[in-house]
């Protein structure tokens, strides 16, 4: 099963390093990872070219809208059996995280899957 993980950027901030950090504890890595950038002015693209299988694309922050932008890095990764989304604050919680939300494509009959979202310490 292909799995792709896409994240929308723009000035990820201080968390963006976690977020980081809990994709690479996974222990199911996704087959490909997809940051598609609003023209950050931080260390968001730097710090995210480092992970294993990534592909970032840069927007101007003018044509960034919530469902455009994820739908187009969809396209980009149109050979992917299941498309996990995340925002750039989103740290998973433990590293079983996709391997949970992955297990439940092994039904036919499901098409969509939702983690369960908790706001982290300091979250406004």
């Given at each position: ?94 590293s ?10 092994s ?5 969509a ?10 979250a406004?």
């Amino acid at each position: 099963m292909k799995i792709t993980l896409i994240i929308p950027t723009y000035n990820a901030g201080s968390l963006w390093p976690n977020v980081l950090d809990a994709i690479k504890q996974q222990t199911i890595y996704p087959d490909k990872l997809i940051v598609i950038d609003s023209g950050s002015k931080d260390e968001t693209v730097p710090l995210a070219s480092d992970l294993k299988n990534i592909s970032i694309f840069n927007i101007d922050s003018k044509d960034f809208n919530h469902g455009g932008t994820r739908n187009l890095a969809v396209a980009k990764t149109l050979d992917a059996d299941v498309i996990i989304f995340l925002t750039q604050d989103a740290i998973l919680a433990d590293s079983d995280a996709i391997k949970n939300l992955v297990y439940y494509f092994s039904d036919p009959l499901i098409a969509a899957v939702c983690g369960r979202q908790l706001p982290h310490k300091d979250a406004n």
